[in-house]
């Protein structure tokens, strides 16, 4: 169990001489070591791959991962193994993620100019209450609202899952705007403020073009956390009509027991596709974004 | 953390409010006032309909036999019930804190040990060195997911492929994922696999720390260890520290794997019944709501103490430059 945990840990003690004296045996080491660990570290989602293309009798025979054949049924297989071709959930899945991304954008970056450049009574008060929420457990919380929610008629509908993002209760992504309209020059609004612009011109026609990376990292960061959210999409959806990637794969379990592993992997391979995108195209955002605010 | 409200009054809009300038007040602070509710409005709205009035809701629920299938006039007021039930009557309860910490124990030092690790490794900027954070990072954005957490269940299990890779040093393996002893343990390494995002920050870190500290200690004749004991972990702390509040409390929230893993049981044995697990299954398996109701609670201040510790203990390792020591 701690075995991937000791070789990662290993090298620290190592580092502070390798980077010391780069002598070329040192450098070797320092590199092949980092080639295992990437290797140990990607395998999980190498195997997935390569055992989405193999045939059932197959993925279980041995760990290696260069397949003796390609079963690219395994795909079409999986796309129809549930009451609705896979397709189905991917575009519910986008709905949602759509939803949610135009929600956070709009209302915390609103929230945001608010708290960074705003001077009204109580602000302090009300961004110790924000900062508070952002570590709040969705499980405090979560009963009641499905209880409201229910009563609203809004079970098996995705308004459980977007409204709260248009009511900025994502205040991670607040905090992170806050953070990066401090760090825009006053001179620029002052001097908007003097042509006589007011603040929601200034807001739209100043800030926001201005804090675009901040919302390229909410956008990207709202994309994979939604994709990814499985908790809340379990409790509101259970409609198969409904159901968003996550609930669907997971009822994929039960539907295919020990029948059709590949295709099981083959689905999964389809619902990291976007994750994986998402990563090529925003590596830069969600790098700066992490690093700055420290966001997971 | 506010900004300052000192302004040259200059800035002041030259056509404000005369009777706010009668007050003696700024007539920025007045539209402002306006306008700051305004923009915040969207944010007020959820605070209070989706946090506030949902949190007081639920301190109420607990006190209840809420059970969301019947009507409102059922619902009855059991005092205490459901948390000396909890504490004195539901073994599952027990199992499931267990689990929780046990999890969030062990996986958040070793997942901040191998992030701290890797980031070392990476932080002298060398060729590729772009590339191996980008593939280390993969993971922590895979993680989190349905799928993944399929893979690592088949992975482990016995005719996985970690029993076929045991299998080459002549070790017989079984299967992991069904033995209540090993279960949590791949959950664990599941966790520990998503070291990406804390080594992101811990880079970040490492490169506020000067340069100089490290040549001084060089003059100085000492060795890697000790620049690393003396220089390094000092000036890290406060992002260590900040590493494992965040850590510590994700760690507490572990769902996902756990309910995909036991087929939402929290089997086998309980050993995965993590402490949300446990409260899904209470709210939505056995429409018990009040009593979900009261776990939340007991949740949230669970977290509030833990991480009041966390914060208490940082007074005697966590080191700020601009502090005096």
Same mark, same amino acid.
């Given at each position: 169990?701690?075995?991937?945990?000791?070789?990662?840990?290993? *090298?620290?003690?190592?580092?502070?001489?390798?980077?010391?004296?780069?002598?070329?045996?040192? &450098?070797?080491? /320092?590199?092949?070591?980092?080639?295992?660990?990437?290797?140990?570290?990607?395998?999980?989602?190498?195997?997935?791959?390569?055992? &989405?293309?193999?045939?059932?009798?197959?993925?279980?025979?041995?760990?290696?991962?260069?397949?003796?054949?390609?079963?690219?049924?395994?795909?079409?297989?999986?796309?129809?193994?549930?009451?609705?071709?896979?397709?189905?959930?991917?575009?519910?899945?986008?709905?949602?993620?759509?939803?949610?991304?135009?929600?956070?954008?709009? &209302?915390?970056?609103?929230?945001?100019?608010?708290?960074?450049?705003?001077?009204?009574?109580? /602000? /302090?008060?009300?961004?110790?209450?924000?900062?508070?929420?952002?570590?709040?457990?969705?499980?405090?919380?979560?009963?009641?609202?499905?209880?409201?929610?229910?009563?609203?008629?809004?079970?098996?509908?995705?308004?459980?899952?977007?409204?709260?993002?248009?009511?900025?209760?994502?205040?991670?992504?607040?905090?992170?705007?806050? @953070?990066?309209?401090?760090?825009?020059?006053?001179?620029?609004?002052?001097?908007?403020?003097?042509?006589?612009?007011?603040?929601?011109?200034?807001?739209? @026609?100043?800030?926001?073009?201005?804090?675009?990376?901040?919302?390229?990292?909410?956008?990207?960061?709202?994309?994979?956390?939604?994709?990814?959210?499985?908790?809340?999409?379990?409790?509101?959806?259970?409609?198969?009509?409904?159901?968003?990637? *996550?609930?669907?794969?997971?009822?994929?379990?039960?539907?295919?027991?020990?029948?059709?592993?590949?295709?099981?992997?083959?689905?999964?391979?389809?619902?990291?596709? *976007?994750?994986?995108?998402?990563?090529?195209?925003?590596?830069?955002?969600?790098?700066?974004?992490?690093?700055?605010?420290?966001? /997971? | 953390?506010?900004?300052?409200?000192?302004?040259?009054?200059?800035?002041?809009?030259?056509?404000?409010?005369?009777?706010?300038?009668?007050?003696?007040?700024? !007539?920025?602070?007045?539209?402002?006032?306006?306008?700051?509710?305004?923009?915040?409005?969207?944010?007020? $709205?959820? +605070?209070?309909?989706?946090?506030?009035?949902?949190? $007081?809701?639920?301190?109420?629920?607990?006190?209840?036999?809420?059970?969301?299938?019947?009507?409102?006039?059922?619902?009855?007021?059991?005092?205490?019930?459901?948390?000396?039930?909890?504490?004195?009557?539901?073994?599952?309860?027990?199992?499931?804190?267990?689990?929780?910490?046990?999890?969030?124990?062990?996986?958040?030092?070793?997942?901040?040990?191998?992030?701290?690790?890797?980031?070392?490794? $990476?932080?002298?900027?060398?060729?590729?060195?772009? %590339?191996?954070?980008?593939?280390?990072?993969?993971?922590? %954005?895979?993680?989190?997911?349905?799928?993944?957490? #399929?893979?690592?269940?088949?992975?482990?299990?016995?005719?996985? !492929?970690?029993?076929?890779?045991?299998?080459?040093?002549?070790?017989?393996?079984?299967?992991?994922?069904?033995?209540?002893?090993?279960?949590?343990?791949?959950?664990? %390494? +599941?966790?520990?696999?998503?070291?990406?995002?804390?080594?992101?920050?811990?880079?970040?870190?490492?490169?506020?720390?000067?340069?100089?500290?490290?040549?001084?200690?060089?003059?100085?004749?000492?060795?890697?260890?000790?620049?690393? #004991?003396?220089?390094?972990?000092?000036?890290?702390?406060?992002?260590?520290?900040?590493?494992?509040?965040?850590?510590? #409390?994700?760690?507490?929230?572990?769902?996902?794997?756990?309910?995909?893993?036991?087929?939402?049981?929290?089997?086998?044995?309980?050993?995965?019944?993590?402490?949300? %697990?446990?409260?899904? #299954?209470?709210?939505?398996?056995?429409?018990?709501?009040?009593?979900?109701?009261?776990?939340?609670?007991?949740?949230? +201040?669970?977290?509030?103490?833990?991480? !009041?510790?966390?914060?208490?203990?940082?007074?005697?390792?966590?080191?700020?430059?601009?502090?005096?020591?």
């Amino acid at each position: 169990m701690t075995d991937l945990a000791e070789r990662v840990a290993a *090298p620290t003690a190592k580092v502070d001489q390798a980077v010391r004296t780069p002598g070329p045996w040192r &450098s070797i080491a /320092k590199h092949t070591g980092l080639i295992l660990l990437t290797l140990v570290m990607l395998y999980p989602v190498i195997w997935m791959v390569v055992s &989405s293309l193999r045939p059932n009798e197959e993925i279980f025979r041995s760990p290696g991962v260069i397949p003796d054949s390609f079963r690219f049924e395994n795909y079409s297989e999986g796309w129809n193994a549930l009451s609705s071709p896979f397709g189905h959930y991917l575009i519910n899945s986008a709905i949602v993620v759509l939803g949610c991304i135009i929600g956070n954008l709009v &209302s915390c970056s609103m929230a945001a100019y608010a708290f960074a450049r705003l001077e009204f009574r109580g /602000k /302090k008060l009300w961004f110790a209450i924000m900062l508070g929420t952002i570590m709040l457990p969705i499980h405090v919380i979560i009963v009641p609202q499905y209880v409201m929610f229910s009563q609203f008629g809004w079970v098996n509908t995705f308004l459980p899952l977007i409204v709260p993002k248009l009511l900025a209760t994502d205040a991670f992504f607040v905090f992170l705007m806050v @953070q990066f309209i401090r760090g825009l020059p006053r001179e620029l609004d002052e001097a908007a403020r003097i042509d006589g612009a007011g603040h929601p011109r200034i807001f739209r @026609q100043v800030i926001l073009p201005l804090m675009l990376p901040a919302l390229a990292t909410t956008t990207i960061f709202t994309f994979i956390w939604t994709w990814n959210d499985f908790f809340s999409q379990l409790i509101y959806l259970t409609d198969p009509e409904m159901y968003t990637v *996550p609930v669907a794969l997971r009822s994929y379990v039960d539907a295919t027991v020990s029948t059709s592993w590949g295709s099981m992997f083959a689905m999964s391979v389809v619902s990291l596709l *976007p994750i994986f995108l998402a990563f090529l195209v925003g590596q830069r955002f969600l790098i700066k974004g992490i690093a700055t605010t420290g966001i /997971k | 953390m506010a900004t300052t409200t000192a302004r040259p009054s200059s800035t002041r809009p030259p056509a404000g409010p005369a009777a706010a300038q009668r007050r003696g007040r700024p !007539a920025r602070h007045r539209t402002d006032g306006i306008a700051g509710y305004l923009f915040l409005s969207p944010w007020l $709205l959820g +605070l209070l309909t989706i946090t506030a009035i949902p949190m $007081l809701m639920s301190l109420y629920l607990s006190f209840t036999n809420y059970d969301v299938l019947s009507d409102w006039e059922s619902m009855e007021w059991v005092g205490l019930d459901n948390y000396r039930t909890m504490f004195t009557d539901d073994p599952s309860f027990w199992h499931a804190v267990q689990t929780t910490l046990v999890f969030a124990l062990v996986a958040t030092p070793l997942k901040l040990a191998a992030a701290l690790g890797v980031a070392l490794l $990476l932080n002298r900027p060398f060729k590729g060195a772009g %590339l191996f954070r980008g593939l280390f990072y993969l993971p922590s %954005l895979l993680g989190g997911s349905v799928a993944l957490a #399929i893979v690592w269940v088949n992975m482990f299990n016995r005719d996985g !492929a970690f029993n076929s890779f045991l299998s080459w040093f002549g070790i017989e393996g079984k299967a992991w994922v069904n033995d209540p002893d090993f279960a949590l343990g791949t959950l664990i %390494l +599941l966790a520990v696999w998503q070291f990406g995002a804390p080594m992101v920050i811990f880079l970040a870190g490492l490169k506020q720390v000067p340069v100089e500290l490290y040549e001084a200690a060089s003059v100085d004749g000492a060795s890697p260890w000790r620049k690393f #004991i003396n220089i390094t972990l000092p000036m890290l702390s406060p992002v260590i520290f900040f590493n494992l509040v965040l850590e510590t #409390i994700n760690g507490f929230q572990g769902f996902t794997s756990a309910f995909v893993l036991s087929n939402g049981t929290g089997g086998p044995v309980d050993s995965t019944l993590m402490y949300t %697990l446990h409260l899904y #299954i209470k709210g939505w398996n056995e429409y018990q709501m009040g009593y979900a109701s009261a776990m939340a609670w007991v949740f949230l +201040l669970a977290i509030g103490l833990v991480t !009041a510790v966390v914060f208490r203990t940082g007074r005697f390792w966590v080191h700020y430059s601009d502090g005096e020591d």
